[in-house]
């Protein structure tokens, strides 16, 4: 057995806990086959630095969906106390989750993407003058809706009859912000 002692992290408190969950108990089993000293940890925001340096690992194997595992929290926290770990660095992790941010790095290097526009929480509020925009916008898109940070609001929509449900469901998962977006050849 190699004795070096990896945490795979997985589940936490995003839409995609369960996802997590399922992607670490494989990875778990996948180390434990090959004779790696591996154990699973349920991500507790909150206690996760106390937790993982109590867990005396060599590092971390990141089963992590969404916020926390794929927003550059836990590679930050990772990096403070020198525990390596698996996938980007914090950097690469933040512009990933973050979908605008993303886009603006994507056509900055002369990368086409989808129209689109990040419409905010304030905007998606049904009091705000603001609200239908979104609605509206995609009469013009291939009507797709992703939340900003993760995908499990991703919607799509493509009669006028199912856009306001659409919406409603999107702006639900949105979190602070969201996108309409249009498809590549009719893929959403």
Known sequence: MNQKKIVVVMGGTSTEASVSRQTGTAILNALKSKGYNAVGMELEPQNFAAQIKD???????????GKFGEDGLLQGTLDMLGIPYTGSGVLAAAITMDKAASKRVFLGAGISTPRSRTYHRFEMDPGSRHFYTPVQNLSSLRDGMQPAGDSAGIFAARSGKGRFPGFQHWRGHC????????????SL
């Open 55 to 65: 867990s005396n690992c060599d590092m971390v194997f990141n089963a992590l969906h």
């Open 175 to 186: 979190g602070e912000a969201g996108r309409p977006e249009g498809g590549f050849g009719g």
